[in-house]
């Protein structure tokens, strides 16, 4: 059964308990920061922070008002870290949806950080390798459930069945779920009433197309004539899905 995040930015007070309890899991040091004028820390995700409230300030008609939305990798269906990354199964799939880096055989070629529409997987010069939420797969495979969503106080992490996690937001009124459709789907969601961009989600996330032609310029001559055809196939298979799902957005 393909599971889910689907995350509930509203009822997010910053706590950022997932943050911490992302780092205790995967024990990963803190970072050292410096004080920019914002309760947001770290300001960005790096190697060793795999999730992240961004603090978005508005003014509004009583003051201000925190937008919180929580950052990680959005492990799409159609991961494009996955199309693009040269070396057999250094990034994986898992069968509950978990898109999975394996950091012994990452060889740093940072396609994966060129080519993913969110900026997620972050690289290492220290090490040469690059890093990213893993959604907690060996957690999932023993029945429980990710770090961060077991922290939540709140319950604005919820976890579980795709399907299921879709149905009971509809059912709350969230019509439009970000993440249902974005990217061919992704199983870290958003039911959110606003625009997306009022939290800093893109409204059209899209690979840049030179993140995937430059790999394949690069990777071109090491391939095989039967493996370079399959990979050329899937790039243009690719491109032509997302032409249809745009189009078919437009005609909608
Ligand atoms: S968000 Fe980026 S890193 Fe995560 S699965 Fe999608 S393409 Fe890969
Ligand atoms: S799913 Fe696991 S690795 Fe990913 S952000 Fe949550 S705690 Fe961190
Ligand atoms: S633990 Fe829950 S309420 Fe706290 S910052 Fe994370 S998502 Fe928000």
Same mark, same amino acid.
């Given at each position: 059964m393909e599971k889910a995040f689907l995350i509930y930015p509203e009822n997010c007070i910053g706590c950022r308990a997932c943050q911490v309890a992302c780092k205790q899991w995967n024990q990963l040091p803190a970072e050292v920061t410096a004080n920019y004028g914002t309760y947001e820390n770290p300001p960005k995700l790096s190697f060793i922070t795999y999730t992240k409230i961004k603090y978005t300030e508005k003014k509004n008609s009583s003051g201000i008002q925190w937008l919180f939305l929580k950052e990680q990798c959005l492990h799409c269906r159609e991961a494009t870290c996955m199309l693009v990354c040269p070396v057999p199964e250094a990034i994986i799939r898992t069968k509950e949806g978990a898109v999975v880096l394996n950091r012994d055989k990452c060889i740093g070629c940072k396609h994966c950080v060129n080519a993913c529409p969110f900026h997620i997987p972050q690289f290492d010069p220290v090490t040469g390798k690059v890093s990213k939420c893993h959604f907690c797969h060996t957690r999932i495979a023993e029945g429980m459930e990710p770090a961060c969503s077991q922290i939540c106080p709140t319950g604005a992490i919820k976890f579980g069945d795709r399907d299921a996690l879709l149905r009971q937001a509809k059912n709350a009124g *969230?019509?439009?779920? *970000?993440?249902?459709?974005e990217c061919r789907g992704l199983n870290v969601m958003y039911a959110i009433k606003v625009a997306p961009k009022q939290y800093g989600l893109p409204e059209d996330p899209h690979v840049p197309k030179a993140a995937l032609f430059g790999w394949l310029r690069i990777c071109k001559p090491l391939l095989g004539l039967g493996s370079g055809i399959a990979i050329i196939a899937a790039i243009l298979d690719f491109f032509n899905r997302k032409n249809n799902s745009k189009e078919k957005t437009t005609t909608d």
């Open positions: *969230y019509q439009s779920i *970000y993440g249902e459709k």
